[in-house]
């Protein structure tokens, strides 16, 4: 026995066993071909591609990897830094029996033709890798069918992976089908003609991260109910919600939050889709947070941290006893706590109840709208710049001991300022029914160069502080005109048809327009011979500065496009000075420079303001600064008073026009008649149009309101009134227009329009109604001798001449005869009708005199004796022989150019109609 177990050592009972081999494919390589080798491998080999092209398509029965040249090289953002390929130009089919196979480091072109469907890689396996692979132009053929792609992942092939790839100009990228728990990870899908990655229904499980959806018609499509989680990708749709719509869409249900932000998937960011609530308790942290549009974002007692935030048009963050927690760029962080809403990413925040301000510095450039009664307070460090704290009723806010303000080119309005700390600036704000009150202790307050427009008196220091209220020789003013070493921003004329600046100094334009803002100086001290300047705005709503002086200024661009830490309505910075030609400077109040921006597609309200120095961005040796040639000497003046411009409204919507009930009207004698409707005419007398309009956002030019009567003549309407209207929860102005009609007018249709514009420029058109203008109507009744009295339709021609007997008008009208008479209203007869003749084309002419009353209304009767008289059968207006010859030569039959009564036969009864008018003649026209 021991003697067996030495023989089983030395020979082991199975000899199957062997390492994995390697071949090689190449022009001049053991293989010359892919399917050589796929024919000479074992399960578990490699087969290794030089760098070429391989004009073949190859069936793996076994578990096989296959790697080209570029096995460990990446193609997830693009092929520029990859070694030369293996091109194969035609398919690899992966059957159930090759499960485990692996592909890697090749390139794919044209794919091969799968029942009409090119693909280059068709998987129905499981547990395929798919690694580091380029696929190029596949399924862009001809022929190739509507599901041609360039990978896919068949019934079965559960487990797949796709990493590393670049799908490019395929016409679609991936499809997964019936299978499972597939991964696709850093992958580049860009320009795919239909589709990036199609999912089926019955696809579950896929694990879609880290991939990049660029310039694809559609980036994902879901074709089953349920959701698929494409978070943590790129869509290259930056700060907004990957689309629905347009190009690179997804389709299909799908959740789509956080996304990647940047190209280099670092910026990760979470969207709201839909209103939600974090509740009592609950703290959600993000890095950054976009809200979609119409959506509302409650925190309810929770907290929402955040270092960015983005929020799309009508989105609110809603505050509820909760607070909110900004994360700050020099790594630490402020807490607002309290109840307030959150607009236009914190450029606009409406304070509803007492909130508190904590943390680390946080820099706000935000409007501020705060309820009645409400107290602010700030335990932390606050830096506002250009806000406006605008109270509803009064309202306080408290600076409390070792906290910190700087507050510099505010609008308070209604608001109580308390000062119990000793780092707080207060400068350059202008205070309206609004006061500032120092109390003890407090040593190093500053408050300086503030426009108190009610008195100085409402600025109140209580003894024992040491407070600051004067710096380079001036202090606290009450008026604008007292300032001085100002600075102030101005929007300039665009001279633009349509676009107003208002006498506050409000621009109003349209998306697109150029603009120009002048950097005013005014009110020097000392004679000024350099200035610098720290501008901010936001590129959301401007953009492409352009700097020039004006002379006797030169000047010198700093910097531009530099970003700001900063929270609100700006987001870059721009630093520039300006030389005066002499070096002695000027005294001289002047413009300085101009800047040339263009207002964004978006629109919205924003305004260019001056900006503290931020020290971790701005060059160390500039600032908001003058230098002052004082004593044959320069010396810096550090605190101009520098305002910020006026409110640039950008807007590219027309006005909402509204009709009224009856908003085209005339009084006919028993009150207003809406003249619009068929069949009301519009008389003379005074015509009565009225409609509402309503502009969100620059407001309406009332000046631009008309109405104008369009047809053959363009009438305009004189305004009558206007006047204020609430209208579905929107104030409207409701205007009121009149239009005398009198002789001047002429008869006939017309489009009544009403136009208006908004103050920038847009206009909106409304067609109120259409009306017809008839000054004179006439009824007239109608009679043929011996008609019949059934019904009888027949043209009758009436002639309108004046007193000269000379022809006014020619008119033929249709009429419906019932017992021999028909009655008609005949509109828009000429003005100076004294006579009105009818004849028809059985009959001869028969001419009445006639009258209209003050309204336009008259009554002629062609019965009785004024009948029309029959026999005329060739319209000579005489009957003679040869109407009598006509007669004969349709008796008994059914002419109806000779049947005189209407009856429908030619008979006796015409024949004695015509005999008894026999050698008579009608009336002239």
Known sequence: ?????????????????????????????????????????????????????????????????????????????????????????????????????????????????????????????????????????????????PDSCAA????????????????????????????????????????????????????????????????????????????????????ASNWQFPPVVGGNRIEGPAIRSPWYSDWELESLVHGVSADEIIGEGERVSVSNLVVS???????????????????????????????????????????????????????SIEILDDTDFSGSTLALVSDFHIADGVNLSVTGSLDLDGCSLLGEGDFNLSVNIGATLRMRRCRVENGNLFIVANDVLVADNHFRGSGVTVLGPVDGARIFHNVFHDGVDDLNVFPGTVVVTESESWGNVESDAETRNRLVLNWLETGLDGRTLDADGNLYVQPGDPVCIAIESGGFTERIQAMEALLAYHTGYLSQPEFRPTSPWDNELYFDDQPLSVFGKVDTAVGFGFNHESPEGSLTDNRIGEIDLVAAMSEGRTVAFFREKDPANDMPLIDTRLTAWVADDAEYLNEPFTQNSSVLTIDGTVPQMTLEPWPVTQDLGEGPVDVSIDGVYTRAGTLDVSFAAFDELSGLNLDTASVRLEGDSMLPMILVETTEVTFSGELYTHFSFELPIDASTEDGLYNVVARVSDRSGNEASLLLGTIEVARQILAVEVQGQEWIAGGLNRAVEFVFTDSSEVVLERRTIPMEFSNQIGMASLVAVPLGTAHVSAKTAWTLRHRLSCSFDSGGD??????????????????????????????????????????????????????????SNYFTAGSSE
């Open 1 to 145: 026995m021991r003697f067996l177990k030495f023989l089983l050592f030395l020979f082991p009972l199975s000899t199957s066993v062997s390492s994995a081999e390697t071949l090689t494919v190449g022009s001049a390589e053991t293989y010359p071909s892919i399917s050589s080798a796929v024919a000479a491998a074992d399960s578990g080999d490699v087969i290794l591609l030089t760098a070429g092209i391989y004009e073949e398509s190859v069936t793996l029965e076994k578990a096989i990897t296959i790697q080209g040249p570029n096995v460990a090289v990446s193609a997830e953002t693009g092929i520029a830094l990859r070694n030369p390929e293996a091109i194969v130009r035609g398919g690899i089919l992966i059957p159930a029996s090759a499960a485990g196979s692996q592909i890697e480091g090749i390139a794919f072109e044209n794919g091969a033709d799968y029942s009409d469907q090119f693909v280059a890689i068709q998987v129905e396996a499981e547990d395929v890798s798919l690694r580091n692979l380029v696929f190029g132009r596949v399924g862009t053929q001809p022929t190739a069918g």
């Open 152 to 235: 896919r992942f068949a019934d079965g092939a559960n487990r797949g992976l796709v990493n590393g790839c670049f799908f490019g100009q395929n016409l679609n990228g991936v499809v997964l089908r019936s299978a499972d728990s597939a991964i696709l990870t850093e992958n580049l899908f860009s320009a795919q003609t239909a589709t990036g990655l199609v999912l089926s229904a019955s696809a579950t499980g896929a694990t879609i991260s880290r991939n990049r959806f660029v310039g694809n018609q559609i980036a994902v499509r879901n074709l089953g109910l349920d959701e698929v989680d494409l978070s943590s990708n790129y869509w």
């Open 293 to 347: 549009e119409s959506v509302t974002y409650s925190v309810e007692g929770g907290e929402l941290e955040l270092a960015h935030l983005v929020m799309e048009p009508n989105s609110v963050l809603r505050v509820v006893g909760g607070q909110l927690t900004l994360g700050l760029p020099d790594g630490g962080s402020h807490v607002i706590a309290g109840t307030f809403e959150v607009t236009h990413s914190l450029g």
């Open 858 to 915: 008259g009554t002629v009767s062609f019965t009785g004796t004024n009948q029309l008289r029959g026999g005329d059968l060739n319209g000579d207006n005489v009957i003679s022989l040869q109407d009598f010859t006509l007669l004969r030569d349709s008796y008994f039959t059914t002419d109806s150019g000779a049947d005189i009564d209407g009856s429908g036969g030619v008979n006796i009864v015409d024949y004695n109609i015509l005999r």
